[in-house]
Every structure is written in C-alpha cells, then in structure tokens.
C-alpha cells in the first residue's frame, strides 16, 4: 500500500498515513471552520491505526474538544493536523497537510446547514448534507 507524507507548515511536526482513506469532503460546521480558519475543512477518515508521527511529535499539541473528539496542531507554528474521532477510531485529517495528493478526493460537503453566510463554494456538484455525513 502506497504512503503518503505530510507536515505542518514549520515543517517539525511529520507524519506518514496509509493511501486508504474511507472517505474525503468538506465539513462546513463552525468548529471546522475556526479549527481550519477557513469557510470549511478539507478532510479525510481514516483509521487511527494507519497514521504516524515520524518526527516531533513533542511538537503536537492537542485540545479535547469532547469526549469523542481531540483536535491536534502543531504547537510551534499553530497547522490543524487532524481531529481523532477516539469512538470510532478514526482520525479525520486534513487535506492541507499532505505533501502529495490522496487517491480519494474529497467526496461531499457536511453540515452544509451551518457554513457561513458569506461561504459560496458549493457549486461543484458533490453531495451536500445539512448535517455529519462523516
């Protein structure tokens, strides 16, 4: 199985994951868009199993955002690496991050009922849900 690479934007904090995401899409709900800074955030599932870290991980830094969800970042220059979804055992990570594309591009938009107002980049014709579709 192919593996892709990945970093933050200082570049300390690496990782490597497994060419066999389960599913991709822009999720649109408001943590998303402050966790990104961004009108959504481009991710990809996973399970947990397939990621690692290969250098700094003393570097990662992470906040619970629940009790199902920890969001990790770089704690030097602030990247969103991934939110792990502990529950379910999968990391949802982001798209930005990789250093080459995925096999598996993104394939819908989630909680499309809450993106901001201002947000107009949804007509490229993916399937769009009001709320989690991941």
């Known amino acids: 199985m192919k593996k892709l690479s990945g970093q933050c934007l200082c570049g300390a904090v690496r990782y ?5 995401f389960q599913y991709s899409g822009f999720c649109h709900c408001s943590d ?4 990104s800074g961004s009108a959504s955030s481009a991710m990809a599932g996973i399970p947990s199993g397939e990621f690692r ?9 992470q906040y619970a955002k629940t009790e199902h969800t920890t969001l990790a970042f770089c704690g ?12 379910r055992g999968m990391i949802h990570l982001r798209l930005g991050t990789l250093d080459e594309a995925p ?11 809450s993106k901001a107002e201002w ?3 949804l007509g490229d014709g993916l399937p769009q849900y009001p709320a989690g579709r991941a």
């Open 16 to 20: 490597e994951v497994n060419d066999n």
């Open 32 to 35: 998303c868009r402050r966790f």
């Open 53 to 61: 870290f290969t250098s700094r991980l003393d570097a990662v830094k």
């Open 76 to 87: 030097i220059c602030g990247s969103s690496l991934y939110a792990a979804k502990t529950q």
């Open 103 to 113: 096999s598996l591009g993104p394939q819908f938009h989630s909680y499309v009922a």
């Open 119 to 121: 947000d107009t980049s």
